[in-house]
């Protein structure tokens, strides 16, 4: 391979004594000229590598055929209406719909598409006022995390004058005529997509005035890396705000009563050891899922004028699985578990007493299954590696499940088999993985398998259909999901046997991982691709490190590879309570060890690299993966190919257009099946 020429720079940082090179830090402006021209000839190199693949045109063939096919999100209503999300087969962006009840004629309601011509502009909040008579949504432009926010009329779909500018991590909560919201100030210009984003701020909003009369509600001068999440009851009872340092499972409540004049907000919750969620309200007390004594989460009642645990009244206890999210219906409790990696959903009284497990088609996940205290249904997906999402509607009174709508994807669902093994991590931790192939696979270690992980930010990866993944089946591939520790598929102890200074311990699950699969005959070193994305793509970059010699492709997306200096950009501090910091001087020894950018090594053949990321992803920085691949080819020996492929006007990755998701995964299985040696479609 002939890659582009890199220029390097003299510039080193001293940390605590350490001295660290840093040749590319001029990467990190992605808005300069002599960058946005590294960027082109990047892309040229890898298109015409990737261009060369005789099988190319077919993969993408067959992924438009896949994919074509209508997609359905689960219905909610608003008082007489009924909404939901369809994108008829290769549409770029879902489309919202209305009907009159459950057997009205659909009409379009709000049509991204029509946001931008090239369909990279999303719609990401709707939110409906109390009444019902007006929707707050927002829109993303280009995957950023940046929103502007606009009102409609609900029934005449008229847009009214309201426009807010720079909102990040933010919905929008109703009350009485306007509604509360989060934002930044606006960043200085060409600073938008790296900037560091400091002092989150709620403000209220009334219809019908300019964003620069907004009301500040809350702020804290003090702390400039806090998060602030507004949320407003039902009854406009209470006014919450949620208070989190940065990406963690904790946080503070403060509750505002919105019915008593010159209120102050009352601390529920000041401190920072539990999660807390507010589920709803029982007349003038909050329902809160919460980690307090509780890791795998439990469901109790908190008087906000008596917020002291020893008053709290524990509705749904701690059990053995995981609660992950919780919603109130008609008096009744619809708790949606995590039980080994999948889906369980119990439904419980007030008094916490059992009555129901909604039965599930297999080993899946659930999501939806939201609703109002006055709803008498409520409506949610479910969805396997190999079972497409089918919506089904739940009646509270009858305890029954109905078939709403199923997918129709032009896939054998039935071809393949799906089984969850358990295999010894390093420190001889028990971790479990789903395995998913065709029936009858010889464990002869010729199989070519997609190894997927993250592990990390307590967030669960649970069994989900991907039409993307179908193809790789197809082709006789074994899809693997680990479910590594960092993750939150055992609560906040699984959780935090992977955060710092334990974050060796993620690496080595996934080594592991790998390992297993090859001992079993499922594979073997040269057949096995390695996959991630954000923090999954710092796993692996870590790991191709770590153990280079035990993967032939890895494919790290839009991750953090800047271990020393992730926390200087836009969100990057927030992260600050999984990794550690290199300010700190013990966190930055342990930082370095594993710092993807900082572990590649002189002459070594790395594994077949594509790393994908995207000019606007303002949450993971395109600097990270920029430097990451400048140092690979520079560094890295042997024949195997170092790319990167840049998605312009693309964001972290939600939003993406159809059809830049499919060139995208084009690339990637095009990039995989050739460094394997096979030729999709000729077995």
Request: cysteine-free; proline content about 5%.
């Amino acid at each position: 391979m002939k890659y582009p020429e890199t220029k390097k720079i003299e510039y080193t940082d001293n940390y605590h004594g350490t001295i660290v090179a840093d040749p590319y830090r001029w990467l990190e402006n992605d808005t300069a000229e002599d960058v946005k021209k590294w960027v082109e000839e990047q892309n040229k190199v890898t298109f015409k590598y990737l261009e060369q693949i005789s099988f190319r045109d077919k993969i993408k063939e067959r992924l438009s055929q896949i994919w074509n096919y209508p997609k359905y999100g689960a219905p909610f209503n608003r008082g007489e209406y009924y909404f939901f999300y369809k994108n008829d087969g290769l549409q770029n962006q879902a489309v919202l719909y209305v009907q009159k009840g459950l057997t009205g004629t659909p009409e379009v309601f709000i049509d991204p598409n029509k946001f931008s011509p090239d369909g990279t502009t999303s719609l990401t909040i709707v939110s409906f006022s109390k009444d019902n008579k007006y929707v707050a949504y927002g829109t993303s432009g280009g995957g950023s995390d940046w929103n502007d926010f606009q009102v409609m009329d609900a029934r005449t779909k008229k847009k009214l004058s309201d426009r807010l500018e720079w909102i990040k991590f933010s919905g929008a909560a109703w009350y009485q005529d306007g509604f509360f919201y989060s934002r930044y100030d606006a960043p200085k210009n060409g600073s938008k997509l790296a900037a560091k984003n400091e002092f989150h701020k709620v403000y209220y909003h009334k219809l019908g005035t300019p964003q620069s009369s907004d009301k500040l509600i809350y702020e804290d001068k003090s702390k400039p890396l806090r998060y602030f999440f507004a949320s407003t009851t039902d009854d406009e009872h209470y006014l919450i705000i949620s208070v989190s340092e940065g990406a963690t499972s904790t946080n503070a409540l403060y509750v505002k009563d919105l019915r008593a004049p010159n209120s102050k907000f009352l601390p529920v919750v000041s401190n920072f050891e539990a999660e807390y969620v507010v589920v709803d309200t029982i007349g003038d007390q909050l329902l809160v899922q919460t980690t307090h004594e509780a890791p795998r989460n439990r469901i109790v009642l908190i008087d906000p004028k008596k917020p002291q645990p020893a008053n709290w009244k524990t509705v749904v206890p701690q059990s053995e699985n995981v609660i992950t999210e919780s919603s109130l219906v008609d008096t009744k409790l619809i708790v949606n578990y995590t039980k080994r990696a999948a889906s369980q959903v119990l439904v419980f009284d007030l008094n916490g007493q059992q009555l129901h497990e909604i039965p599930l088609p297999t080993l899946g996940t659930v999501t939806g299954l939201g609703g109002k205290k006055e709803d008498k249904e409520v409506f949610y997906t479910f969805n396997s590696f190999t079972y497409p999402s089918t919506i089904f509607k739940y009646t509270i009174a009858t305890h029954q499940s109905e078939l709403i709508r199923k997918s129709e994807v032009a896939v054998k669902t039935d071809d393949y088999k799906t089984k969850q093994v358990f295999y010894a991590s390093k420190d001889g931790t028990n971790v479990p993985m789903f395995v998913v192939h065709k029936k009858g696979l010889k464990l002869d270690g010729n199989n070519p398998t997609f190894l997927y992980g993250y592990g990390g930010f307590n967030v669960s990866y649970t069994p989900t259909f991907s039409v993307s993944r179908m193809l790789w089946l197809e082709s006789s591939g074994v899809y693997v999901l680990a479910n590594i520790r960092g993750g939150g598929e055992f609560g906040e102890e699984w959780h935090q046997a992977g955060v710092t200074p334990n974050k060796q311990n993620v690496f080595d699950d996934f080594i592991a991982a790998a390992e297993y699969l090859i001992q079993a005959k499922y594979t073997s070193p040269e057949k096995l691709a390695i996959s991630g994305g954000s923090n999954g793509g710092l796993l692996v970059g870590a790991v191709a490190n770590q153990r280079p010699e035990l993967f032939k492709v890895a494919l790290p997306a839009v991750g953090v590879m800047d271990m020393l200096r992730f926390h200087k950009f836009t969100i990057g501090w927030g992260w600050v309570p999984e990794y550690g910091s290199s300010d700190n001087p013990e966190q930055f020894k342990n930082l370095l060890t594993f710092s993807p950018i900082h572990n590649i090594k002189e002459g070594v053949q790395y594994p077949a690299t594509l790393v994908t990321t995207a000019d606007h992803d303002d949450r993971v920085v395109p600097a990270h993966s920029f430097k990451y691949i400048a140092t690979l080819q520079e560094k890295g020996g042997g024949l195997n190919p170092y790319l990167i492929r840049v998605d312009v006007n693309a964001g972290h990755g939600a939003g993406k257009s159809t059809a830049q998701q499919i060139e995208e995964q084009t690339d990637i299985w095009s990039f995989v099946y050739y460094n394997m040696g096979l030729k999709p479609f000729e077995n």
